[in-house]
């Protein structure tokens, strides 16, 4: 693919600290199957944090190309950005 690596792992950034793991999954599983999902910081994460990250594994390379068009999307009160992610092995 153009020399580019296929990859499974999206990462999404700018996301509201009051984003859950549920509201992540539900939103990018209808997008493919979710493997794995990582939210930092976890949802009972003892200190408050101005923002998340999360990562999403997917079972098929192809829904990263489909999430990715999910940036500039408002979730809570940011828009989001959805960017292919190198995974390790």
């Not at 539900?26 to 493919?32: A, H, N």
Request: glycine residues 6%.
């Amino acid at each position: 693919m153009n020399g580019i690596p296929a990859t499974t792992v999206v990462q999404v950034t700018n996301l509201s600290s009051a984003v859950s793991s549920e509201q992540m999954a539900t939103l990018f599983g209808f997008l493919g199957d979710i493997e794995e999902l990582r939210l930092y910081p976890p949802d009972n994460a003892p200190v408050a944090f101005s923002s998340k990250v999360c990562y999403i594994k997917y079972g098929e390379p192809s829904s990263v190309g489909v999430a990715q068009h999910l940036t500039n999307t408002v979730l809570v009160d940011r828009a989001l950005i959805v960017v292919p992610c190198a995974e390790d092995d």
